[in-house]
């Protein structure tokens, strides 16, 4: 069936260190984002990136579809990271836009 | 307004009592989804609604659940006679046409059935 899965589970880092997330699907997708919740619960949009490479500050993403997985870069990490990443996908086999999201990596970052 | 809003932040119900939860899409946004997250978990779509086409229902957990939109506005989630499994953070999430789009979220209704 339809899967979206991320690695690591939990990630623990010093401040100041890098970090790459991973999120495998398996299937042709035509959406992908990664998000980040923070302690509240608000999800914040970070990339929409179906394919190619974007870069916004410290965080970079590059979706290789053909290959069906994303990563997520942090760099230089920052206590205000903390949170869980989610990768959420939509499939072109799904009729509607739903994204199926995965478990999510929680990452702490530590002064 | 600038994001989707959602009403109530949070509602506390006692089992068997119906709720009502409110969405308010990014104005100009036909596409509006409810998602369901509960504790530690990832989030589950539950329903997704486009314009005036018939609306996916897929992800709807039981015929307790129904949600309502009218045109391309304001849309209202109902869980009828509430169970305990029910407990968890909807969120509701808009998009512009077509279900490629961006989605953005808002900040979720907390539900706790007593």
């Known amino acids: 069936g339809i899967q979206v899965e991320q690695s690591p589970p939990d990630l623990i880092l010093q401040e100041g260190a890098n970090s790459t997330l991973r999120c495998n699907f398996s299937?042709?997708?035509?959406?992908l984002q990664w998000f980040h919740q923070n302690p509240w619960g608000q999800l914040i949009n970070l990339f929409y990136?179906?394919?190619g490479t974007k870069q916004n500050g410290r965080l970079s993403a590059t979706t290789v579809a053909t290959e069906r997985y994303s990563l997520l870069y942090i760099s230089s990490s920052q206590t205000t990271d903390s949170g869980v990443y989610f990768c959420?996908?939509?499939?072109?086999?799904?009729?509607?836009?739903?994204?199926?999201f995965g478990q999510g990596t929680t990452l702490q970052v530590k002064p | 307004g600038a994001g989707v809003s959602q009403s109530p932040s949070n509602k506390v119900t006692e089992k068997g009592k119906d709720v009502e939860l409110r969405c308010d899409p990014i104005?100009?946004?036909?596409?509006l989804y409810w998602y369901r997250q509960r504790l530690g978990q990832g989030l589950e779509f539950l329903i997704y609604?486009?314009?005036?086409?018939?609306?996916?229902k897929s992800g709807l957990p039981s015929d307790r659940f129904s949600a309502e939109r009218t045109g391309e506005s304001v849309s209202t989630l109902t869980i009828q006679r509430t169970q305990q499994e029910d407990s968890a953070v909807y969120l509701c999430?808009?998009?512009?046409?077509?279900?490629?789009?961006?989605?953005?979220f808002g900040p979720g209704t907390r539900l706790t059935v007593l």
């Open positions: 999430a808009s998009s512009h046409a077509g279900g490629y789009n961006e989605q953005f």
């Open positions: 990136i179906p394919s």
């Open positions: 609604f486009q314009g005036n086409s018939a609306p996916d």
């Open positions: 299937d042709s997708v035509n959406n």
């Open positions: 959420a996908v939509g499939f072109f086999s799904s009729n509607t836009g739903k994204l199926i």
């Open positions: 104005s100009g946004h036909t596409a």
